[in-house]
């Protein structure tokens, strides 16, 4: 399931199912106005999805609301994510009426004790950051995450998007910094495999269609595709990572024992794919995905190479782990 975001000043709506999120923002102050609350209604009345709505006391106020919990009992949406200005006691009165989502990046741990105690499903959203050098670092994600998962919290994240960005900036809508300028997919990959994210969602407008086949495909059953020049025989074809590989190569499970002659035994740079030959007598036939540049061997056979944008797909190709190569 990958998450979606919508907002009023670009409302085309990708296409969603009932189960799938969708991400709103009623709290930015350039939105608000006299049409605001009519715009923002219309808005959510066209989204058939489990709609999480970031709002704020002046959010509140503009859509014509008293209370954090006058809005709730509204069921306007599938969950609200309080921003700043709301108390505890506030939160608390919401979650008996929709699902409270709370910041999952500045963690109020008073706030999570309380909802822990009431019993509510505690859900937690990491924040973006429109700005370059701003998003969180990984280990600091991992931390928050880790700790809301104590309380068996659905964590979401977002990843940037690649077709078109949200403005002013443009310059992506991650969660986390160091992954800004990455391609979406390992955006994504890093989130759900290294930072134990439950749902990601694409802060940006949209993404490139071939980007978005990737993700939903992976979100289908787990593997991995990795884009890269290879044999026509060794696309769409389900490999998996032997659990005793090493970081010098992750070591393929595929035909050992078969007849390959020696060819192309050129330096292995980071991402080459390689076969080992005959000279390698019965390891000939197995293929290596190559994480440190190794010297050439007359004994491996460099049959392919990982796309450039997508190196980094190296560093979450762990043991065990099902991989594919596509185009």
């Excluded at 959510?44 to 809005?71: M, V």
């Excluded at 659905?154 to 969660?175: C, N, T, Y």
């Excluded at 910094?177 to 989130?191: C, T």
């Amino acid at each position: 399931m990958l998450g979606r975001s919508i907002y009023l000043s670009h409302p085309s709506i990708p296409n969603l199912n009932k189960d799938d999120y969708c991400f709103i923002s009623l709290h930015m102050p350039e939105d608000f106005g006299s049409d605001f609350k009519t715009r923002a209604l219309d808005l959510i009345s066209k989204i058939d999805a489990k709609i999480i709505a970031d709002i704020s006391p002046a959010g509140i106020k503009e859509l014509g609301y008293d209370s954090f919990a006058d809005l709730a009992k509204d069921k306007l949406v599938w969950g609200l994510r309080p921003d700043y200005g709301l108390s505890t006691d506030e939160i608390l009165e919401a979650s008996q009426y929709t699902n409270i989502v709370i910041n999952a990046s500045v963690i109020d741990n008073d706030l999570v004790l309380a909802l822990y105690d009431y019993g509510s499903q505690i859900y937690a959203m990491h924040n973006f950051y429109p700005r370059p050098e701003t998003g969180l670092d990984c280990e600091y994600c991992k931390e928050c995450t880790d700790y809301l998962h104590n309380f068996d919290a659905q964590v979401f994240a977002f990843i940037s998007g690649d077709a078109d960005l949200r403005g002013p900036i443009k310059q992506g809508l991650p969660s986390v910094e160091a992954f800004r300028d990455l391609s979406p997919y390992i955006q994504y990959l890093f989130l759900k495999k290294l930072l134990d994210i439950d749902i990601v969602f694409v802060g940006d407008i949209s993404l490139d269609p071939k980007t978005e086949k990737l993700i939903q495909s992976t979100e289908k059953d787990g593997v991995i595709r990795i884009p890269a020049k290879v044999p026509n025989d060794l696309y769409d074809k389900v490999f998996t990572i032997r659990p005793d590989s090493n970081e010098i190569v992750s070591r393929l499970n595929s035909d050992r024992g078969i007849k390959v002659s020696p060819k192309n035994n050129i330096e292995r740079a980071v991402g080459t794919i390689t076969m080992d030959n005959d000279k390698y007598l019965r390891y000939s036939g197995e293929i290596q995905i190559v994480k440190y540049e190794l010297a050439p061997d007359e004994r491996v056979n460099v049959i392919g190479h990982i796309l450039d944008e997508y190196l980094p797909i190296i560093d979450v190709c762990s043991r065990n782990s099902k991989i594919m190569f596509v185009v």
